[in-house]
Structures are given as structure tokens and as C-alpha cells.
């Protein structure tokens, strides 16, 4: 019998899966094995302070450090450097911005992140930025690919994981434990994503699904090693002279797939700062687990205490990911409490 079995291997399903691993519990991790997931286009940026508003992002005091001790404590377990911290230079659009970062910038709460003495003027034949700029300090990058595709080779090596697809009427629910095809655990814990919708134990939660495109552009000569930030992110991404360029957010959308007016935005954005011409070379499209509320969806279901969810990462998984696993982990070994605003108990009873 397995300790726990998690459905669904993105950035959710894996930080779940290392903190129980780390327990010493046993898992069976199923995933469909889907090579364009939020997790795997996701821009994978660590942000302190995010938004036209400049907004310090939830408890960044304590998530941001704490993603950065758990992605460098994974690199050795994994074989691969995951977390690199990232400078961030963000293009004004207006004097107004210049005012508003300006008052931010008093703020003590804001210190660490923000530094009134550094406006910057990215003055060269790239960048389009009339009004200058300024650096977010302790911002970082994590590949959400290089994480889950390394993930999934240690889970092979140490644990098991099963490529397929979960079907719900497949699980059968006892008093002291759940089975799905002939395994059993004491629990199962849905790490699925935005499919959460379709899962008959948690139809209730209030997920708010948000479309997200992007962009991988070849610029030749073009050669800055840090993100600019104007009306959309462009971003270093894995090799020299190849950018991200992120992300849409979109909550009318017909379907997942690509779409020309995604595209459209994404250029636009891009041709408002930069000045050279590029290749678009890829073109992607995922919908994120976001939440009515913006605060992930996590616990045990009030009536099946067999079955729990790790979800409603929203626009921040990666940041929010590990710190909320090892809470849950925690709840689930430990019975700490949840913080109560991510506790699904302040939709079901
Ligand atoms: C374009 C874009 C840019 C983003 N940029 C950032 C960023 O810069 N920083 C940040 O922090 N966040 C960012 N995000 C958000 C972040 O990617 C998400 O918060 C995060 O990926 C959600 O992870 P998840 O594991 O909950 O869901 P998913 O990534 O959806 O993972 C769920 C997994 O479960 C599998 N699954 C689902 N149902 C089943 C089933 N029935 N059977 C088997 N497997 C199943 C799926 O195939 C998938 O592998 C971005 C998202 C997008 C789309």
C-alpha cells in the first residue's frame, strides 16, 4: 500500500510530492504526460512586487525565501541548477509611474525590493524607454520545465509514477484507505491543474480559469541577460539570442489552443519597447488553475477525509508552490493548521 497517491505532476503535484518524499512516505504520482501544461510554458518568474500598481506580492516575506531554499535544495537531488536569480528592469510608461514607484519606494515594507536611488535609462538601439526605468531587487527564474522534466526522473528513480490519464470512476473510496486500478493508499491528494473542473469532489471551489500565451522570439545581436519589463515581459530563455515574451491573461477564451489574438496582443506589447526586428519561433497557450479570491485551494474534503487537493496556484505557482506543500504536509503528517486563507474549508463544509 502507498502512503498517499497524487493525480497530476505540475509544479503542485511535485512540490506536494518532494515534502512527503522527504517524510519518508510513499507515493504513486499520475500524470497524463502533456508537454504544454502552465507548468511547463509558465515564464517562471519569482516576483516580489508585481502588477501596473506596483503591489508587494502575498506573504513575499516569507514565500520568497523560502522557494529559494527549496529549488537550490532540490539541484543536488535532481542534477540540474534550478533557481537563478533574475534581474528585473521595469520600462515607466508615464511620469505618473515614475510618481508611483517614487512613493513606493518609501515604504519600509517595500526596501528590500525597491530602491528609490535607481532609475534606470536603457538608452541603446534596443529598447524604446522615453520615461527610464527601475530594477526589482530578489526577483529569480525557475524553468518549469527543467523542474517537472527532472522531477519525473527522480520520481521514476525513487518513488513510482504513472503516465496516464486518472479516470475518476476507476477510484473506489474505503473507510481507511482509497484504490485507483489495484493501488491502494491511505489518501489521494488532486494536483490537477485547472482539470479540477472536472473533478466530481471539488466541483464547488470557485476556480476562475485565466488563459495564458506567450511567445519564444529569436533576436539576433540582442544580447541583454536580464528580464525587461513594459507592456509585456521579455525575458532570457535557455539560449543565447532566444527570449520569452509573456504572458496574456485572458477569462473569456473559447478554447486553449494558440490564438491569432493572442499573438497580436503579445507583438504589440513587444514592438511598444523593443526597437529590432526578431523571429517568433514558438507560440504557446495553457490555462492557469486561478482562483475567485486569488488564494490557493488546499485540504482535506470535509466528507471524504481519503481525499485531498493542492491546488489554485493562480498567476503563482512557482512562488507559492513550495511553501504551501510544506504547510500541507505538515497539516496532513503533522495536523498543524493550514492558513486559513487558503484552507478549503471557507468554501466547504
Ligand atoms: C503563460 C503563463 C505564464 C506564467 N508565468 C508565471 C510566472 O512567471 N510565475 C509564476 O509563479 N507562475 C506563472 N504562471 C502560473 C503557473 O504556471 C501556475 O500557477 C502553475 O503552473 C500551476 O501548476 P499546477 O501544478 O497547479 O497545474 P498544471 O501545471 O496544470 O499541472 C497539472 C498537471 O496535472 C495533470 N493532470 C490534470 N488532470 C489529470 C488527470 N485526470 N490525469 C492525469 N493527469 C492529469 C496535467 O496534465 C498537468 O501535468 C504562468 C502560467 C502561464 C500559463
Same mark, same amino acid.
Given at each position: 500500500m502507498f502512503d498517499f497517491i497524487i493525480v497530476g505532476q505540475g509544479i503542485a503535484g511535485s512540490m506536494l510530492a518532494w515534502f512527503l518524499h522527504k517524510a519518508g512516505k510513499t507515493l504513486l504520482v499520475i500524470d497524463d504526460d502533456k508537454s504544454i501544461t502552465p507548468s511547463r510554458i509558465t515564464s517562471g518568474v519569482i516576483?516580489?512586487?508585481? $502588477?501596473?500598481? &506596483?503591489?508587494?506580492? %502575498?506573504?513575499?516575506?516569507? &514565500?520568497?525565501? /523560502?522557494?529559494?531554499?527549496?529549488?537550490?535544495?532540490?539541484?543536488?537531488?535532481? $542534477? +540540474?541548477?534550478?533557481? +537563478?536569480?533574475?534581474?528585473? *528592469?521595469?520600462? /515607466?510608461?508615464? *511620469?505618473?509611474?515614475?510618481?508611483? %514607484?517614487?512613493?513606493?519606494?518609501?515604504?519600509? +515594507?517595500?526596501?528590500?525590493?525597491?530602491?528609490?536611488? !535607481?532609475?534606470?535609462?536603457?538608452?541603446?538601439?534596443?529598447?524604446?524607454?522615453?520615461? $527610464?526605468?527601475?530594477?526589482?531587487? +530578489?526577483?529569480a527564474h525557475v524553468n518549469g520545465g527543467t523542474f517537472l522534466t527532472a522531477f519525473k526522473a527522480f520520481l521514476q528513480k525513487h518513488q513510482q509514477i504513472y503516465a496516464g490519464r486518472f479516470s475518476y470512476s476507476d477510484l473506489k473510496?474505503?473507510?481507511?484507505? *482509497?484504490?485507483?486500478?489495484?493501488?491502494?493508499?491511505?489518501?489521494?491528494?488532486? !494536483?490537477? $491543474?485547472i482539470q479540477a473542473l472536472q473533478n466530481p469532489f471539488f466541483e464547488k471551489l470557485p476556480f476562475y480559469p485565466a488563459k495564458g500565451e506567450c511567445l519564444i522570439v529569436e533576436i539576433a545581436d540582442f544580447l541583454y541577460d536580464y528580464m525587461v519589463k513594459g507592456e509585456v515581459v521579455l525575458m532570457p530563455f535557455y539560449e543565447k539570442n532566444i527570449y520569452y515574451v509573456g504572458s496574456t491573461h485572458e477569462i473569456d477564451f473559447e478554447n486553449s489552443f494558440p490564438s491569432a489574438k493572442g499573438r497580436q496582443e503579445l507583438e504589440s506589447g513587444l514592438k511598444s519597447f523593443l526597437k529590432c526586428s526578431y523571429k517568433v519561433l514558438d507560440h504557446w497557450a495553457a490555462v492557469r488553475p486561478t482562483v475567485s479570491g486569488r488564494r490557493p485551494l488546499i485540504g482535506i474534503h470535509p466528507r471524504h477525509k481519503r481525499v485531498g487537493i493542492f491546488n489554485g496556484m493562480g498567476t503563482k505557482g512557482i512562488s507559492l508552490a513550495p511553501y504551501f506543500a510544506n504547510q500541507f504536509v505538515e497539516h496532513l503528517l503533522l495536523g498543524k493548521p493550514l492558513n486559513k486563507e487558503v484552507d478549503i474549508k471557507r468554501f466547504l463544509s
Open positions: 516576483n516580489p512586487v508585481t $502588477g501596473r500598481r &506596483l503591489v508587494k506580492t %502575498w506573504l513575499a516575506d516569507e &514565500l520568497l525565501p /523560502f522557494a529559494a531554499a527549496t529549488y537550490h535544495e532540490l539541484e543536488t537531488p535532481l $542534477g +540540474e541548477k534550478l533557481y +537563478e536569480p533574475l534581474k528585473i *528592469v521595469r520600462l /515607466f510608461d508615464s *511620469v505618473k509611474a515614475q510618481n508611483d %514607484w517614487s512613493v513606493r519606494c518609501a515604504l519600509k +515594507e517595500y526596501s528590500p525590493y525597491l530602491d528609490n536611488g !535607481a532609475m534606470i535609462h536603457l538608452a541603446d538601439a534596443y529598447i524604446n524607454n522615453p520615461f $527610464g526605468g527601475f530594477e526589482l531587487k +530578489e526577483a473510496l474505503k473507510e481507511d484507505s *482509497v484504490s485507483y486500478k489495484g493501488a491502494t493508499a491511505r489518501q489521494i491528494i488532486f !494536483a490537477e $491543474g
